[in-house]
């Protein structure tokens, strides 16, 4: 498939990598907004395509008392309100069979978590809804079995698949990015990295994820210059009262300044 496949997508002509990118989780209609227009207003300085990322519910929790949404309908009608304010695409990402539908109708692209992306029957939901499918690799899986991911959505009927990279489980606490992948999954598909979640630190003692957000431009400058075809980063304007993720997400602030440098490093690649 080609971006221009992703309705309302802009720049799809540029050189440059595509963005998914916002809060963790959709946490009110406000929040949502600003955070889109601030993106967008980076994103079309720099000519960068850019779709609006939000979770509706978050199902994976350490604890029963972590924040997990604010209402299915609710949060799936601030993304369709975000696309249809400042005509731009968004992606939120399904847990259960009956999602996959629910979700279509509200968004362009449907992802799959790491975690749940060897389900074969959420895989095939989310195919048959015609809707692009970013497939995130698991943190136990290696980058060539994503091909059996890819082949399930190209089976159900679809073209329209993205890999997306999160790291690799380095122990118990820890993620790790192996750049060796990226050539690999390309392969099969445009390949993503999703920065923010790399830098997560899972399993803390407290049942809250800890993370690394001052590692997020060595990381997304390593994607870059591995060819990565689009960057996945969660940003927030106050990540430390975030409701979900705030300890790996970037702050809104820092935003304009990572992307003004990754544009152009992925310019002098490119020149090589």
């Given at each position: 498939?080609?971006?221009?496949?992703?309705?309302?997508?802009?720049?799809?002509?540029?050189?440059?990598?595509?963005?998914?990118?916002?809060?963790?989780?959709?946490?009110?209609?406000?929040?949502?907004?600003?955070?889109?227009?601030?993106?967008?207003?980076?994103?079309?300085?720099?000519?960068?395509?850019?779709?609006?990322?939000?979770?509706?519910?978050?199902?994976?929790?350490?604890?029963?008392?972590?924040?997990?949404?604010?209402?299915?309908?609710?949060?799936?009608?601030?993304?369709?309100?975000?696309?249809?304010?400042?005509?731009?695409?968004?992606?939120?990402?399904?847990?259960?069979?009956?999602?996959?539908?629910?979700a279509?109708?509200?968004?362009?692209?449907?992802?799959?978590?790491?975690?749940?992306?060897?389900?074969?029957?959420?895989?095939?939901?989310?195919?048959k809804?015609?809707?692009?499918?970013?497939?995130?690799?698991?943190?136990?899986?290696?980058?060539?079995?994503?091909?059996?991911?890819?082949?399930?959505?190209?089976?159900?009927?679809?073209?329209?698949?993205?890999?997306?990279?999160r790291?690799?489980?380095?122990?118990?606490?820890?993620?790790?990015?192996?750049f060796?992948?990226?050539?690999?999954?390309?392969?099969?598909?445009?390949?993503?990295?999703?920065?923010?979640?790399?830098?997560?630190?899972?399993?803390?003692?407290?049942?809250?994820?800890?993370?690394?957000?001052?590692?997020?431009?060595?990381?997304?400058?390593?994607?870059?210059?591995?060819?990565?075809?689009?960057?996945?980063?969660?940003?927030?304007?106050?990540?430390a009262?975030?409701?979900?993720?705030?300890?790996?997400?970037?702050?809104?602030?820092?935003?304009?300044?990572?992307?003004?440098?990754?544009?152009?490093?992925?310019?002098?690649?490119?020149s090589?």
């Amino acid at each position: 498939m080609t971006l221009k496949d992703v309705p309302k997508l802009k720049y799809t002509d540029s050189d440059n990598f595509f963005l998914l990118a916002g809060p963790c989780a959709i946490e009110s209609e406000d929040m949502a907004l600003r955070i889109a227009e601030k993106i967008l207003k980076i994103t079309d300085k720099l000519h960068i395509p850019f779709i609006f990322k939000g979770s509706f519910k978050k199902a994976n929790r350490s604890r029963i008392d972590s924040f997990t949404g604010i209402g299915d309908e609710k949060a799936l009608k601030i993304l369709q309100k975000v696309s249809q304010t400042f005509d731009i695409p968004t992606v939120t990402d399904i847990h259960e069979v009956s999602d996959a539908a629910m979700a279509a109708e509200y968004v362009d692209v449907l992802q799959i978590p790491a975690f749940l992306v060897r389900q074969t029957d959420l895989v095939v939901a989310a195919a048959k809804t015609g809707k692009v499918v970013n497939l995130k690799k698991g943190q136990f899986m290696s980058p060539e079995s994503m091909k059996h991911a890819v082949q399930k959505v190209k089976d159900s009927g679809s073209d329209k698949a993205w890999i997306t990279d999160r790291g690799t489980m380095f122990g118990y606490q820890d993620m790790i990015v192996d750049f060796r992948g990226i050539p690999t999954m390309r392969e099969y598909a445009p390949t993503i990295l999703d920065v923010t979640h790399s830098l997560q630190q899972p399993n803390q003692s407290v049942g809250v994820t800890g993370g690394r957000p001052d590692m997020i431009e060595t990381i997304a400058r390593a994607g870059i210059v591995n060819h990565v075809d689009g960057l996945f980063i969660e940003t927030h304007f106050d990540p430390a009262n975030a409701k979900s993720d705030g300890a790996n997400m970037l702050h809104l602030n820092n935003l304009e300044k990572l992307l003004t440098n990754l544009v152009a490093i992925r310019k002098t690649v490119q020149s090589l």
